[in-house]
Every structure is written in structure tokens, then in C-alpha cells.
């Protein structure tokens, strides 16, 4: 009786540990996909324009509307928008459907916004090392946030309303659609909670990991600018900056600049991605979310609101607010907004910095603009790659400390110039914001990732690196890609290079297989293949002979089941050609 008892009891015990570590399990990002203003198309050429201080903000674009007609420098004039700069990405009419299986006609009332997500977060799933055709059929869950649908608005023609044009333009597909490509049968939400959506999404994908929903999540959000007419509207509400520079912080804030883009993440808990031998690029302790309630009206900002979001998401972190070095502020320039901010922040952690010790702080859309819906993960992935690149890059157009903030007796400083970051002995740490006009505020704690041991197992490795497309356009371009990768990265692990592409990538039937030792010997095999030389196989039955006639290569055994690092390779190369409304 009494062992019975003691066994009940030990395995209770054993059940609330398991419990306990699985509401606390800490979520690793493993993946990024990006397009941003600026020409940004991955996250090197995001921390190239972060790190070297540039502002993307740029003109409207002739092909989205003549702003000259929309233009009146007198403020609040009727029917008109006070400024004529924005920051825009290139060619969104530009989508290589046959990819994603999508019919010519079924992409042309696609909006581009869904394209994007489909672009990007195959992107970011293909630098993660995670093989779509293997997570087909699993719970793998999509969290996407999306405010606006100027695509569906671009024309009235009776004619566009076609058979595909509710799945084509309806937001909560933008998450649906991207989970029917993929196979996949997790959560898939599409959120809206304004420009606080896409850090939304990241929360609710971290809350569906802990409770085992999912063991992969896709999250993040985006927004494309297409209509000038919101551009009246944001500025007959006195929203926009007239100048078009975002002066987060400073004097001279006059409003917010708009910008578009779209940034997703791949998410696993820590210990799986620990164990799957991920490449883990920054750790999100905890998070939060809330709501401004009723307040100095409903798109006011509410300090206290934001105040205890942040706390909470300490506290779910389990976070001190001594060990946070900086926070990634929302930080939209604008004359009632920035001090509220900032006085929240100093109410959090005033009593755990000073001037001596300060809290940095920043703002991404002085260099990109505020990108409404996808900008949170904007800021999430620029912490990231200030965490990866040991350096906390300058805020622009920041010169004279906005009179309305008591600075003096404040421990925040701006971070107007770039600040070293480097890991060390104190664990480094940081906060993100992103407070929605609708009220809704979302904070997430992130740290630096775990020092991972290289494995050092003695077997020999396979020095095999098959690199594949859906066509053979697309492989030439995929092969060019890996020629500049090497040439751009000489020092690469080259066993972890064929070891990432062979395990870590999805293969399609257009095929090349280089069984090279070392990089300088992968260039020239790769620059003989896209001169059309064919390179000679050793035997008719070799591993190489077979995956070149198609057959299924079971790359783990390959590799003797061994986990190497999985490391970031060049991207599929998407053959877009223009697809929009006639």
C-alpha cells in the first residue's frame, strides 16, 4: 500500500516537472526571411543597411500612383496627403507561381501580400535547414499578421471578380493559403491587432509551442502600401511626417513615415532545436500582450498599459529588468507617442539602471519607416542581428533630445551612434515593442543564443553537395548562387555545407551533384557545369548516378546519421515574371 502510495506520488511529482519545464521552455529562432525597403532581400543585406546607417525611405513610386496628384504642402488640406516619401520594396508585381503550384490566372488576383508570405517564409524555412516536403502533414502551425488589403481596392472592374478572387484577397487566407501550400496542420492565424500585429503573431506562435500544438511555428506579418487614398487619410489625421524622415526621440518628431515589407521567422522550442542540431540565432524568453482599455481616446497611447505589458513579459520571461542592456522601441516619431514611451520605460526600469549603467534604446523606422503590420518582426529581427553581429547599430535622424522627455534625470539613452555588443560573461538580453492604434501592445524579451559545441565525432564526412531546382533556368541560377556564396565565404565549413544542403533541403527533379573536398574545388566543378560541361561520374550505380536520375537519397544514412551544424546556404532562386491586374 505504501509503495503504491509513493509511486502515485512520485510519478504526480514527475508530472508537474514536466509540466513546469513545459511552460517554461524557451523558444529558439532558427530561421529569418526577409524583404524590407532599401532593396533588403535577406537578413545580410538588412544588418548591411542597419550597420552602415541608411535611410530607405525614398520617393512614391510612379508606378504606384502620381503623388504629385495627391501632394498639397499645406497641411490638412482636403482630399490631399502632406508628404510624398514612404519606404517602398522593389517589383511586388513580380511572383513566380508555378513554384507554389498557382495557375498564371489564379496569381494575377493574388494579392501580393500573400505572395510575399509564401516567398518569404520559404526562404526563411530553406535558411533554417527545415525540408517543407517533411513537415508536410505535421502540426506545424502559421501565425501571420495583416492589417490592409489595398490589392483588392486597385480596381472595380467587374471582370476581376473572378472564382479566385475571395481567396485571393481575403485576409485570413494570407495565413490559410501558406498552410495548404506546405501541407501544414497546426494553427494557422491571421491577425490584425494594427501595428502591433505581426508581434502578436510571434507571441500567440510562442504560446502555441509551449502548449504542444505545434513543434514548428511560422510567424511574423506584412504590408504593402498600393493606395494613395490611405495616405490621405493618415495625414488628415495629422499622422505622417511631412518631411518624410522618422526623428524617433527627437525635437523635431513630426509624425510617422509609412513603409512596407515583409519579415518571417521560423520558431521551435529551445530544447528541439538543441536536440534537431539547429542552428539557433537568438532565444525568446517570454512575452506579452495587452490591451490599452479605455483611455485618453482610442488611438492614444496608454503609458501604463505599455508599462505592464513589459512587466508581464519579464515576468513570464523570468527576467530581472537589471539584465535588459536595450530595448527595440516602437518608437514611431511622433510628438505625443515618444514620450509616452519613454516615461513607460523609465518606470520599468529606473530603479535598475542608470546613468552610469543606462538602458539603450532605438528605433528601426528611422531607417525603414513604420511598417504597420509587419512592423514588430521588423524590430525582432533587427535585435536579432544585433545579437549575432555584437553591435547595436545607430539611430538616424536623431539630434536633439525631444524637450518633452526629462532626459537628465531619466537612465535611457538614445543609441545615436553604433554601440559595441559583445558576448561575454553577463548573458546578453533586450525587449521589443509594438503597440497596435488600436490598443493592442505586444512585448517579447529576447537573448543571445547558447554556445553550441561543434561536433567532433570521428567519422569520416561526406563531402557529396546536391543542389536541385524545379527547372533548369532556375538550377543555373541556383549554381551561380553557390559559386558567389564561396567566393564570399572561402573560410565555410564545406563538410557543413554539404551536409545542410543534403539534409536540410527539399529536392526537386532538376538536379547537380558536385563530390568535390573543399570549396576552391566546388567553384571550378560549378563554373564547368554552368558553362554546360558535363562532369564525369565514377560508377553507374554511385550515390551521385542515382540522385541525378531522381531517385529518393536517404541523405541521413548518407551521413552516417551524424547531426552536424545545419548552416545558412544560398536561397532558391524564384523565376518571377509580372502578375497583377490588367
Not at 539611430?395 to 534625470?409: E, S
Not at 559545441?453 to 570521428?458: I, Q, R, T, V
Request: net charge negative; charged share 20%.
Amino acid at each position: 500500500m505504501n509503495d503504491r502510495i509513493l509511486n502515485a506520488l512520485k510519478g504526480a511529482r514527475q508530472k508537474i516537472e514536466q509540466l513546469q519545464r513545459t511552460e517554461s521552455d524557451d523558444i529558439a529562432i532558427i530561421g529569418i526571411g526577409c524583404r524590407f525597403p532599401g532593396g533588403i532581400d535577406s537578413p545580410e543585406s538588412y544588418w548591411q543597411l542597419l550597420s552602415q546607417g541608411i535611410d530607405a525611405v525614398s520617393e512614391i513610386p510612379p508606378q504606384r500612383w502620381d503623388s504629385q496628384k495627391y501632394y498639397h504642402s499645406e497641411p490638412n488640406t482636403v482630399g490631399f496627403t502632406n508628404t510624398k516619401r514612404a519606404g517602398f520594396i522593389d517589383s511586388v508585381d513580380q511572383f513566380d507561381p508555378q513554384f507554389f503550384n498557382i495557375s498564371p490566372r489564379e496569381a494575377a488576383n493574388l494579392d501580393p501580400q500573400q505572395r510575399l508570405i509564401l516567398e518569404t517564409s520559404w526562404e526563411a524555412l530553406e535558411r533554417a535547414g527545415q525540408i517543407p516536403e517533411r513537415l508536410a502533414g505535421t502540426k506545424a502551425g502559421v501565425f501571420v499578421g495583416i492589417t490592409a488589403n489595398d490589392y483588392a481596392q486597385l480596381s472595380d472592374d467587374i471582370g476581376r471578380y473572378d472564382a479566385y478572387f475571395n481567396s485571393g484577397n481575403s485576409l485570413n487566407v494570407a495565413a490559410g493559403r501558406l498552410s495548404y501550400t506546405l501541407g501544414f496542420t497546426g494553427p494557422s492565424i491571421a491577425i490584425d491587432t494594427a501595428c502591433s500585429s505581426s508581434l502578436t503573431a510571434v507571441h500567440l506562435a510562442c504560446q502555441s509551442l509551449k502548449q504542444r500544438e505545434c513543434r514548428l511555428a511560422l510567424a511574423g506579418g506584412v504590408n504593402l502600401m498600393l493606395l494613395a487614398q490611405n495616405f490621405v487619410a493618415l495625414s488628415q489625421a495629422g499622422m505622417l511626417s511631412s518631411d518624410g524622415q522618422c526623428k524617433t526621440f527627437d525635437a523635431s518628431a513630426n509624425g510617422y513615415v509609412r513603409g512596407e515589407g515583409c519579415g518571417m521567422v521560423v520558431l521551435k522550442r529551445l530544447s528541439d532545436a538543441l536536440a534537431d542540431k539547429d542552428t539557433v540565432l537568438a532565444v525568446i524568453r517570454g512575452s506579452a500582450v495587452n490591451q490599452d482599455g479605455a483611455s485618453g481616446g482610442l488611438t492614444v497611447p496608454n503609458g501604463i498599459s505599455q508599462q505592464a505589458v513589459i512587466e508581464q513579459a519579464l515576468a513570464n520571461a523570468k527576467v530581472s529588468p537589471d539584465l535588459i542592456n536595450y530595448v527595440e522601441a516602437h518608437g514611431t516619431g511622433t510628438p505625443l507617442g515618444d514620450p509616452i514611451e519613454i516615461n513607460a520605460l523609465a518606470t520599468v526600469f529606473g530603479s535598475t539602471h542608470s546613468t552610469e549603467n543606462p538602458l539603450l534604446v532605438g528605433s528601426v523606422k528611422t531607417n525603414i519607416g513604420h511598417l504597420e503590420s509587419a512592423a514588430g518582426v521588423a524590430g525582432l529581427i533587427k535585435l536579432v542581428l544585433s545579437l549575432q553581429n555584437q553591435q547595436i547599430p545607430k539611430q538616424l535622424h536623431y539630434r536633439t533630445p525631444n524637450p518633452h522627455i526629462d532626459w537628465k534625470d531619466l537612465p535611457i539613452k538614445v543609441v545615436d551612434t553604433p554601440i559595441a555588443w559583445v558576448r561575454g560573461e553577463k548573458r546578453r538580453l533586450a525587449g521589443v515593442s509594438a503597440f497596435g492604434f488600436s490598443g493592442t501592445n505586444a512585448h517579447v524579451i529576447v537573448e543571445e543564443s547558447p554556445i553550441v559545441s561543434e561536433n567532433n565525432s570521428a567519422s569520416e564526412p561526406c563531402y557529396l553537395l546536391p543542389i536541385s531546382a524545379k527547372n533548369e533556368v532556375a538550377l543555373k541560377a541556383l549554381q551561380q548562387r553557390y559559386v558567389d556564396y564561396f567566393l564570399s565565404n572561402p573560410d565555410v565549413d564545406y563538410a557543413n555545407v554539404c551536409y545542410s544542403a543534403a539534409v536540410g533541403r527539399q529536392h526537386f527533379n532538376c538536379r547537380s551533384i558536385l563530390s568535390e573536398k573543399n570549396v576552391s574545388q566546388a567553384i571550378q566543378q560549378l563554373q564547368s557545369l554552368l558553362k554546360g560541361e558535363n562532369v564525369s561520374l565514377t560508377e553507374s550505380n554511385s550515390i551521385e548516378s542515382r540522385y541525378l536520375a531522381g531517385e529518393k537519397i536517404d541523405w541521413a544514412a548518407v551521413h552516417n546519421h551524424q547531426k552536424l551544424l545545419k548552416i545558412v546556404l544560398p536561397t532558391y532562386p524564384f523565376q518571377r515574371q509580372r502578375y497583377w491586374l490588367a
